[in-house]
Protein backbone atom coordinates (compact mmCIF):
# COMPACT_ATOMS: atom_id res chain seq x y z
CA UNK A 1 0.00 0.00 0.00
CA UNK A 2 1.45 3.66 -1.24
CA UNK A 3 2.23 6.04 1.81
CA UNK A 4 0.70 3.71 4.60
CA UNK A 5 2.18 5.33 7.59
CA UNK A 6 0.93 8.78 5.87
CA UNK A 7 -2.48 7.02 5.56
CA UNK A 8 -2.24 5.84 9.72
CA UNK A 9 -1.49 9.06 10.22
CA UNK A 10 -4.78 10.64 8.48
CA UNK A 11 -7.12 8.46 10.59
CA UNK A 12 -5.38 9.15 13.61
CA UNK A 13 -5.55 12.62 13.34
CA UNK A 14 -8.79 12.29 11.61
CA UNK A 15 -10.06 11.10 15.03
CA UNK A 16 -8.67 14.01 17.01
CA UNK A 17 -9.45 17.04 14.34
CA UNK A 18 -12.92 15.11 15.78
CA UNK A 19 -12.58 14.69 19.63
CA UNK A 20 -11.20 18.37 19.66
CA UNK A 21 -14.17 19.64 17.86
CA UNK A 22 -12.51 21.23 14.99
CA UNK A 23 -14.50 19.36 12.23
CA UNK A 24 -18.07 18.03 13.23
CA UNK A 25 -20.04 15.24 10.74
CA UNK A 26 -18.32 14.79 7.11
CA UNK A 27 -16.93 18.38 7.05
CA UNK A 28 -12.88 18.87 7.22
CA UNK A 29 -10.09 17.56 5.56
CA UNK A 30 -6.40 16.67 5.58
CA UNK A 31 -3.85 15.79 3.63
CA UNK A 32 0.17 14.74 4.17
CA UNK A 33 2.61 15.04 0.80
CA UNK A 34 5.76 12.74 0.18
CA UNK A 35 7.35 13.54 -2.67
CA UNK A 36 4.97 13.56 -5.77
CA UNK A 37 2.30 11.99 -3.95
CA UNK A 38 -0.42 13.03 -1.53
CA UNK A 39 -2.38 10.92 0.62
CA UNK A 40 -5.78 13.03 1.63
CA UNK A 41 -8.95 11.95 3.50
CA UNK A 42 -11.86 10.95 1.41
CA UNK A 43 -15.08 13.16 0.28
CA UNK A 44 -18.23 12.28 2.39
CA UNK A 45 -16.88 10.25 5.18
CA UNK A 46 -16.58 11.16 8.71
CA UNK A 47 -12.93 11.36 9.83
CA UNK A 48 -13.02 9.55 13.22
CA UNK A 49 -14.42 6.85 10.87
CA UNK A 50 -11.62 6.13 8.52
CA UNK A 51 -8.77 3.18 7.94
CA UNK A 52 -6.04 4.02 5.73
CA UNK A 53 -7.14 2.06 2.59
CA UNK A 54 -10.40 4.11 2.74
CA UNK A 55 -7.42 7.12 2.20
CA UNK A 56 -6.64 8.27 -1.32
CA UNK A 57 -3.65 9.21 -2.73
CA UNK A 58 -3.33 10.99 -5.56
CA UNK A 59 -0.28 12.72 -7.53
CA UNK A 60 0.83 16.27 -7.21
CA UNK A 61 -1.24 16.90 -10.81
CA UNK A 62 -4.35 15.35 -9.27
CA UNK A 63 -4.74 12.02 -10.65
CA UNK A 64 -5.83 9.32 -8.40
CA UNK A 65 -3.28 6.42 -8.31
CA UNK A 66 -4.16 4.48 -5.29
CA UNK A 67 -7.50 4.14 -3.71
CA UNK A 68 -11.23 2.93 -4.30
CA UNK A 69 -12.73 6.01 -2.87
CA UNK A 70 -13.12 9.72 -4.25
CA UNK A 71 -10.42 12.33 -2.52
CA UNK A 72 -11.82 15.17 -0.61
CA UNK A 73 -13.79 18.09 -3.19
CA UNK A 74 -10.87 20.56 -1.24
CA UNK A 75 -7.98 18.58 -2.39
CA UNK A 76 -7.54 21.30 -5.45
CA UNK A 77 -7.21 23.50 -2.54
CA UNK A 78 -4.48 21.24 -1.26
CA UNK A 79 -2.86 20.78 -4.02
CA UNK A 80 -2.18 24.22 -4.58
CA UNK A 81 -0.67 25.22 -1.72
CA UNK A 82 1.70 22.17 -2.10
CA UNK A 83 2.51 23.41 -5.33
CA UNK A 84 3.10 27.22 -3.84
CA UNK A 85 4.92 26.23 -0.39
CA UNK A 86 7.56 23.77 0.62
CA UNK A 87 4.87 22.05 3.54
CA UNK A 88 4.46 18.87 3.25
CA UNK A 89 0.91 18.39 5.45
CA UNK A 90 -2.60 20.54 5.04
CA UNK A 91 -5.43 20.50 7.59
CA UNK A 92 -8.86 21.92 6.69
CA UNK A 93 -11.21 22.81 9.69
CA UNK A 94 -14.71 23.77 10.22
CA UNK A 95 -13.95 25.14 13.52
CA UNK A 96 -16.44 26.98 15.32
CA UNK A 97 -14.52 30.29 16.24
CA UNK A 98 -12.68 30.17 13.14
CA UNK A 99 -16.12 29.80 11.05
CA UNK A 100 -17.31 32.84 13.33
CA UNK A 101 -14.02 35.20 12.61
CA UNK A 102 -13.96 34.11 8.64
CA UNK A 103 -17.97 35.35 8.59
CA UNK A 104 -16.92 38.32 10.38
CA UNK A 105 -13.95 40.35 9.44
CA UNK A 106 -11.14 40.44 6.85
CA UNK A 107 -8.41 39.58 8.84
CA UNK A 108 -8.02 38.02 12.59
CA UNK A 109 -6.97 40.71 14.87
CA UNK A 110 -3.80 39.95 16.84
CA UNK A 111 -4.57 40.05 20.13
CA UNK A 112 -2.04 37.30 21.56
CA UNK A 113 1.58 37.25 20.72
CA UNK A 114 0.98 33.37 19.76
CA UNK A 115 0.08 35.18 16.56
CA UNK A 116 3.74 34.63 15.42
CA UNK A 117 3.93 31.29 15.57
CA UNK A 118 1.22 31.55 12.82
CA UNK A 119 3.47 33.40 10.55
CA UNK A 120 1.86 36.95 11.56
CA UNK A 121 -1.40 38.72 11.29
CA UNK A 122 -4.05 35.48 10.00
CA UNK A 123 -6.04 36.66 6.67
CA UNK A 124 -9.44 35.92 5.77
CA UNK A 125 -10.15 34.86 1.70
CA UNK A 126 -12.47 35.57 0.03
CA UNK A 127 -15.71 33.69 -0.50
CA UNK A 128 -15.78 31.29 -3.17
CA UNK A 129 -17.85 27.84 -3.26
CA UNK A 130 -16.14 24.69 -1.87
CA UNK A 131 -13.99 22.62 -4.07
CA UNK A 132 -13.27 25.14 -6.60
CA UNK A 133 -10.19 26.48 -8.79
CA UNK A 134 -11.25 30.07 -7.92
CA UNK A 135 -11.30 29.12 -3.80
CA UNK A 136 -8.10 27.89 -4.27
CA UNK A 137 -6.65 30.76 -5.66
CA UNK A 138 -8.09 32.92 -3.45
CA UNK A 139 -6.89 31.02 -0.55
CA UNK A 140 -3.35 31.41 -1.84
CA UNK A 141 -3.72 34.95 -2.26
CA UNK A 142 -4.68 35.46 1.45
CA UNK A 143 -1.20 32.84 2.62
CA UNK A 144 1.07 34.63 1.85
CA UNK A 145 3.95 33.03 3.96
CA UNK A 146 2.10 32.47 7.03
CA UNK A 147 0.86 28.78 8.14
CA UNK A 148 -2.85 29.31 8.42
CA UNK A 149 -5.52 31.35 6.75
CA UNK A 150 -9.18 31.73 7.22
CA UNK A 151 -11.61 31.08 4.51
CA UNK A 152 -14.58 33.47 4.22
CA UNK A 153 -17.60 32.14 6.06
CA UNK A 154 -16.02 28.57 5.72
CA UNK A 155 -13.67 28.12 7.94
CA UNK A 156 -9.36 27.71 8.23
CA UNK A 157 -6.91 26.18 6.82
CA UNK A 158 -3.14 25.42 8.84
CA UNK A 159 0.27 24.10 7.15
CA UNK A 160 3.04 21.97 8.55
CA UNK A 161 6.09 20.17 8.24
CA UNK A 162 4.10 16.95 9.46
CA UNK A 163 0.64 16.35 10.48
CA UNK A 164 1.20 16.46 14.12
CA UNK A 165 2.67 20.02 12.99
CA UNK A 166 -0.22 21.38 10.89
CA UNK A 167 -2.98 19.71 13.47
CA UNK A 168 -1.51 21.85 16.16
CA UNK A 169 -1.54 24.39 14.14
CA UNK A 170 -4.98 24.27 13.69
CA UNK A 171 -5.67 24.12 17.30
CA UNK A 172 -3.66 27.28 17.91
CA UNK A 173 -5.74 29.11 15.18
CA UNK A 174 -8.80 28.10 16.88
CA UNK A 175 -7.78 29.24 20.61
CA UNK A 176 -6.42 32.79 19.07
CA UNK A 177 -9.70 32.92 16.71
CA UNK A 178 -11.68 32.20 20.40
CA UNK A 179 -9.84 34.57 22.61
CA UNK A 180 -10.74 37.25 20.10
CA UNK A 181 -14.24 36.64 19.99
CA UNK A 182 -14.55 36.51 23.76
CA UNK A 183 -12.51 39.44 24.20
CA UNK A 184 -15.04 41.49 21.89
CA UNK A 185 -18.09 40.45 24.17
CA UNK A 186 -16.32 42.22 26.79
CA UNK A 187 -14.95 45.43 24.84
CA UNK A 188 -12.85 46.55 21.56
CA UNK A 189 -9.73 44.45 22.02
CA UNK A 190 -6.08 45.71 22.55
CA UNK A 191 -4.32 44.47 19.43
CA UNK A 192 -0.59 44.06 19.17
CA UNK A 193 1.38 46.36 16.80
CA UNK A 194 3.64 44.83 13.91
CA UNK A 195 6.34 46.01 16.25
CA UNK A 196 5.27 44.72 19.55
CA UNK A 197 5.09 41.04 17.61
CA UNK A 198 8.23 41.53 16.11
CA UNK A 199 10.09 42.03 19.16
CA UNK A 200 8.11 38.52 19.93
CA UNK A 201 9.83 36.76 17.17
CA UNK A 202 13.10 38.19 17.83
CA UNK A 203 12.56 37.21 21.17
CA UNK A 204 12.22 33.75 20.49
CA UNK A 205 15.34 33.99 18.23
CA UNK A 206 17.29 34.70 20.71
CA UNK A 207 19.58 32.99 23.34
CA UNK A 208 17.12 31.82 26.91
CA UNK A 209 19.62 32.81 28.84
CA UNK A 210 21.73 36.23 27.47
CA UNK A 211 25.01 36.89 29.02
CA UNK A 212 27.26 39.07 28.79
CA UNK A 213 30.90 38.42 27.96
CA UNK A 214 32.53 41.17 30.19
Known amino acids: MLLAEQRRLLCDHGRRVVETGLVLGTSGNLSVRLGDLVAVTPGGLALDRL ?5 PVVGVG ?7 LS ?8 LAIYAATGTTAVVHTHSTFATVVSATLTELPP ?3 NTTLLGGVVQVAGYATYGTA ?12 RRAVLLANHGGVTL ?6 AFEAARLLEWLCEVYVR ?6 PRTLTEEQLSA ?4 RQAPAFPFSED
Open 51 to 55: DPEAC
Open 62 to 68: GDLVEGD
Open 71 to 78: PSSETPMH
Open 111 to 113: VHY
Open 134 to 145: ELAANVMTALGD
Open 160 to 165: GDDLPE
Open 183 to 188: ARALGE
Open 200 to 203: VVRR
